[in-house]
């Protein structure tokens, strides 16, 4: 049987390899360190963690990372079985002993009898004659690498350094301060007359907002190799910097827009977020790229009137990164639209951490050897955690409406994912429910319907054949 190739020994390629293998189809994996590093990596192990040694919560029954652990584990995942391996004590977290872990998952893979190890780089597009290729070469790409899927794609350069916008959890805004409309109640390609959320200030609110950006701790990010700035999106703390009333004159901008609860007041400033999925359960923050601690993201945009309690699902941040427009690139099976013998997993696909990496190495590993079997493996559910970040990369995000910066932006895994669930009113026992415990029931309703799902999804698959036991 021809081999599948993986390109990138990082979290994805090593799970992509793996799953692949026991599915009964040799690979060959293609590392580039220690020949040729990144700026980050430091050891020549695959599956090595460039910072911290954390794969974050482990409670799968209400933290969305925890239910993909669960997942993973269900799926034979190397990385988890080795995480799980070398943990080291860290709460209610999943750490690990660093070297241990990236030595076992390295020891694991050079033992499988199908998979081969090529060290070097792959400097430009695979040869034509490899029919069935995964990219998991990660946010640190190797320049040539990406610079040839830039041209393919047409996207241009794939790596930036990137200013993100956080996003909120659309159930924690306060409705009965902010309202939805679009500016001048314009009816856009991708929305309605009252597509966003818009957030009213007054002055004083105003001033004291921009007073508290102005002495905000902001983070100084490392550099990677000169990588260009994206498309100029300033950070809303630069323009701050340059006059008081610069805010007020770019994204918080007041005009079009009519305070739906007291129309007879003008609101100084409006601070306005736009649908960021298509469940419509995450809203990002427009124009407010930042590069300020995450510490400080909280306590001063909850200063904005509608985001008292906001819930972030991310907060903002500047750094490297090198990913694809996926939901424009990929099909629903991670291969490029344009090129379907290339498939893409990892951080490039436009997930982001360690454990969604790995999730995503996992599927396509799955998915890259039932094509080579000749078995078609359906994308699992949109309820599971894997199937959520898999819909998210492929489909789920929105486009933005407006002309600007693209608006995918890479992504933890986290409820707003998941297509929303009727909130549990009453406990087991027929008890009504204080408002704080029916979030905590929501996400417990959420983790149980992903595992009965994720059951499912496994046992139609068997009967399929496209699966291998994990
Ligand atoms: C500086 C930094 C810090 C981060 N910190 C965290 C964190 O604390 N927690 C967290 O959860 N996530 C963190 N991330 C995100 C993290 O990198 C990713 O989540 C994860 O490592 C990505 O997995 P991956 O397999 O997609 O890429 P990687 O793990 O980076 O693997 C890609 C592999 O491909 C290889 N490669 C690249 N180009 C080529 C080529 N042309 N030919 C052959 N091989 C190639 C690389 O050497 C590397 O081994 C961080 C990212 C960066 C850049």
Request: proline share 7%; glycine share 10%.
């Amino acid at each position: 049987m021809r081999p599948i190739h993986i390109i990138g020994g990082g979290l994805a390629g090593s799970e992509a390899a793996w799953q692949a293998a026991n599915s009964g189809v040799p690979v060959v994996l293609h590392e580039m360190r220690p020949l040729r590093t990144t700026a980050a990596h430091r050891t020549p192990h695959l599956a090595e963690l460039v910072c911290s040694n954390s794969f974050r919560s482990d409670d799968a029954s209400t933290n969305a990372v925890g239910i993909l652990h669960r997942e993973m584990r269900a799926l034979g995942s190397i990385v988890l079985k080795c995480a799980d391996a070398h943990q080291v004590p860290a709460g209610g977290a999943l750490a690990v002993d660093r070297d241990g872990f990236s030595q076992a998952v390295e020891a694991a893979l050079l033992g499988h009898p199908l998979i081969t190890l090529n060290r070097g780089e792959i400097a430009g597009l695979p040869p034509e004659d490899l029919d069935n290729v995964v990219i998991a070469t990660g946010p640190l790409t190797s320049p040539a690498l990406a610079e040839a899927i830039g041209r393919l794609t047409g996207e241009g350069a794939l790596a930036f350094f990137d200013a993100i916008a956080p996003i909120v959890h659309r159930h924690s805004i306060n409705m009965d301060v902010a309202w939805m409309q679009s500016r001048y109640d314009k009816d856009g390609p991708g929305g309605s007359v009252g597509a966003y959320v818009n957030c009213p200030m007054t002055r004083d609110q105003y001033d004291a907002f921009v007073g508290a950006l102005l002495k905000a701790e902001k983070t100084e990010f490392r550099e990677f190799e000169g990588t260009p700035y994206f498309d100029g999106c300033l950070p809303i703390e630069v323009m701050a910097e340059r006059g008081r009333e610069t805010l007020r004159h770019g994204p918080m901008k007041p005009f079009g827009l009519t305070n739906a609860h007291d129309p007879r007041v003008k609101p100084y400033a409006v601070v306005q977020l736009r649908q960021d999925n298509a469940l419509g359960t995450l809203f990002n923050m427009v124009g407010f790229q930042t590069k300020l601690k995450y510490g400080e993201q909280g306590r001063i945009f909850r200063m904005i009137p509608g985001l008292e309690g906001a819930e972030f699902a991310r907060l903002g941040g500047m750094h490297r990164n090198t990913y694809l427009n996926s939901p424009r690139l990929l099909d629903a099976r991670l291969r490029l639209k344009a090129s379907p013998r290339l498939r893409f997993a990892g951080q490039i696909t436009g997930c982001e951490g360690y454990v969604e990496s790995a999730a995503v190495g996992l599927i396509a590993g799955r998915f890259a050897a039932a094509e080579r079997l000749g078995q078609g493996l359906e994308p699992p559910p949109p309820t599971t955690a894997i199937g959520a970040l898999l819909n998210h990369i492929t489909g789920g995000h929105l486009e933005s409406v407006d002309a600007g910066p693209r608006s995918f932006q890479p992504m933890n895994v986290n409820f707003g994912l998941f297509p929303p669930i009727a909130e549990p009113r009453f406990a087991e026992a027929g008890k009504r429910l204080p408002g704080p415990e029916r979030g905590l029931a929501r996400k417990r309703a959420l983790s149980a319907r992903a595992e009965r799902d994720l059951a499912r999804w496994m046992e139609g698959a068997r009967q399929s054949a496209s699966f291998a036991e994990a």
